[in-house]
């Protein structure tokens, strides 16, 4: 994934791999993957080759398939099931990757006026997709960022972000 050039392959890449990770958890949910192991060590080298140009291919990267994806792979859907492995798939996201997500959350977290263009939107997509990943972390820091973004919010796309 990482060394794909091609963002559509590298986004595909990852869901995909998220996918199977799910998947296979469903299945065995007290199974260790390597699986998920490389997810990591792809979106850690990933997220060091961010630049403005690819800022919403990245946002879009670290988000994983819906639960509804995940519902129309299976035959039997197994609502909790879905529900449980994906949470557990994100929670390890957050912790594998805590620091770079902090680290690109306060990158982006400028608190400058409000703009409607393409990169401002990108880069207020990517700064929330990490602030989500991050409240995942129940720490007192994290929720202090929620409620800072929240009371300083422009629009509506950042205070969603903090409440959610």
């Known amino acids: 994934m990482e060394k794909d050039s091609d963002g559509f392959n ?7 791999l998220a996918t199977r990770i799910v998947m296979q958890r469903i299945e065995q949910p007290s199974i260790q993957s390597e699986s998920t192991a490389l997810l990591l060590k792809s ?3 990933l997220l060091t080759d961010i630049t403005p140009e690819n800022e919403a291919l990245f946002a879009e990267l670290l988000n994983l398939p819906s639960e509804a ?8 859907i197994d609502v909790d099931g879905i529900h449980r492995e994906r949470e557990w798939l994100r929670e390890q996201i957050a912790n594998g990757l805590h620091a770079q997500l902090l680290a690109l959350y306060k990158t982006y977290q400028k608190f400058k006026p409000y703009t409607f ?3 401002s939107q990108a880069q207020r997509r990517l700064k929330n997709t990490c602030l989500n990943y991050l409240m995942l972390l129940n720490k007192d820091d994290i929720n202090d960022f929620c409620i800072t973004q ?3 919010a422009d629009n509506i796309t950042d205070s969603i972000s903090a409440l959610s």
């Open 43 to 45: 979106y850690q080298a």
């Open 150 to 152: 929240y009371q300083n």
């Open 10 to 16: 590298r986004w595909n890449a990852a869901q995909q």
């Open 117 to 119: 263009d393409g990169q």
């Open 69 to 76: 994806y995940f519902a129309e792979q299976m035959k039997i």
